[in-house]
């Protein structure tokens, strides 16, 4: 690992995503509006959010593994599409590319 050393976990949650860094070098996350109906009435008093209301996907982990800020995907992409340009990225950063806040490449673009 490059970064600071990873945290213990501290519940099962945090097992499988240490674990994902160790292995993998990046778990990913996927927010969708979908997901959580039961805080429905609190995103309503939020009013329209443009990133939260199409959901997202990140990284966790790449500051430990790859020395690299963490990526994030905006946009209504199923989980499994979020995940494969993810580690599209990734395989981008371990070739030596580097990406900085609001970055954009055409380089991850999956059929």
Known sequence: MIGRR???PTDP???KVLADIHTYGFH???VRPEAHPHHAAE???LGPD???DIGLSYTVGLPFSHGHPEIALTGA???DKAHAILWEVVRLIEGG???APGDESDQT???
Do not use: N, Q, R
């Open 13 to 15: 949650g945090d097992e």
């Open 50 to 52: 443009p990133i939260l």
């Open 109 to 111: 673009v999956l059929d």
């Open 97 to 99: 590319a580097s990406f």
């Open 6 to 8: 990873l945290p213990p």
């Open 77 to 79: 992409l199923p989980d």
């Open 43 to 45: 995103k309503a008093a």
């Open 28 to 30: 990913a996350k996927h």
